[in-house]
């Protein structure tokens, strides 16, 4: 394969091209024909391609105009692909495994779990939404332990998402494992999305919310929750 000239009509480098661009022509040109015979998605060797990452990282670095083999980003792409590999944790985990150990109890009450902090990602911008989840479930004979609705939450959130869809997954998941007579999710969050960028309204929170079985259907049972959520605000 013929390899393209990076050279000016002097035989010489053209200044007006910096050293780590011309670099990455030569490294180009070079490799496209193993590039031509590579599949065009290829299986990582675990849950998570870190060396892939890395490259795709590097190429975003040269598209902005940076060198990222300067000394402040010679080590970013690994740093990235660990960071991806624990926010996205949630992609390789099924939060169904969270709620299969339940305890014969009669409690015929509500029990809610409040101010659950959770940090996901959108998945339109690949930016954080930071924010906390309120689960309610009236329970029909058994319950779960408290911490795992929290681990329910964390195992939805670490993966690409939208609040309205981690909501109703939630409130689904519940519903499904445990069958109790209701399930109420309400999640509370701040999109970097819209607060970094487009009409930056740092001060704006998205709240979202499903209900299910008799905080659907009974308005004194979905109001006995929204009071003991924001009663005190």
Known sequence: MNTPSLNGLNGHASPSVPAHLMARAVGLACQCADDDDEPATVKPAGPVDHARIERAVREILFAVG???????????????????????????????THLQKTFTQQ????????????????????????????????????????????????????????????????????????????????????????????????GATTVTSAMRGLFKTNPMTRGELLALVYGGK
């Open 66 to 96: 940076e060198d990222p083999d300067r000394e402040g980003l010679r080590e970013t792409p690994a740093r990235v692909a660990r960071m991806y590999a624990e926010v996205f944790a949630g992609l390789h985990l099924d939060p169904r």
């Open 107 to 202: 409690h015929d009450e509500m029990v809610l779990v409040k101010d659950i902090e959770f940090a996901s990602c959108c998945e339109h911008h690949l930016v954080p939404f930071l924010g906390k989840a309120h689960i309610a479930y009236l329970p029909a004979g058994k319950v779960v332990g408290l911490s795992k609705l929290a681990r329910v939450v964390d195992a939805v959130a670490k993966r690409p998402q939208v609040q309205e869809r981690m909501t109703e997954e939630i409130a689904e998941l519940v519903m499904s494992e445990l069958r109790p007579r209701g399930v109420g999710v309400i999640l509370e969050a701040s999109h970097l999305c819209m607060t970094i960028r487009g009409v930056k309204k740092s």
